[in-house]
């Protein structure tokens, strides 16, 4: 069973910075579509940046282009977001998502058959 587990949000001030990590067990890193997601309450979650970690090949949501940065640790099987020149409206809970039938499909973002992490809570505040 895939289990993920996202670390390092908090509150931050608009303009600050967060690294965001997401920690992948009982996978092999490299075979699987990775992606950071957000959601915020009454609203459906929003695929924010998504990695294919076997080849590097990265995606962003244009509202992050130019701020956010998604990387991978294969030997530490972690994925990280780093998260600069942040937004009030990039409050919401953030989550990791592993999916091994996307990346098989050659997709670089993980979709219905992906596994999620519990989430970690960003607050920038204005």
């Known amino acids: 069973e895939v289990q993920l587990v996202e670390s390092g949000g908090g509150l931050v001030q608009a303009g600050g910075s967060l690294r965001l990590s997401c920690a992948a067990s009982?996978?092999?890193?490299?075979?699987?579509?990775i992606g950071w997601f957000r959601q915020v309450p009454g609203k459906e979650r929003e695929g924010v940046s998504c990695?294919?970690?076997?080849?590097?090949?990265?995606s962003y949501a244009d509202s992050v282009k130019g701020r956010f940065t998604i990387s991978t640790d294969n030997a530490k099987n972690t994925v990280y977001l780093q998260m600069d020149s942040l937004k009030p409206e990039d409050t919401a809970v953030y989550y990791c998502a592993a999916d091994l039938i996307a990346a098989q499909f050659g997709e670089t973002c993980p979709g219905k058959s992906a596994s999620w992490g519990q989430g970690t809570q960003v607050t920038v505040s204005s």
């Open positions: 990695i294919s970690s076997g080849d590097g090949t990265s």
């Open positions: 009982a996978i092999n890193f490299d075979d699987y579509a």
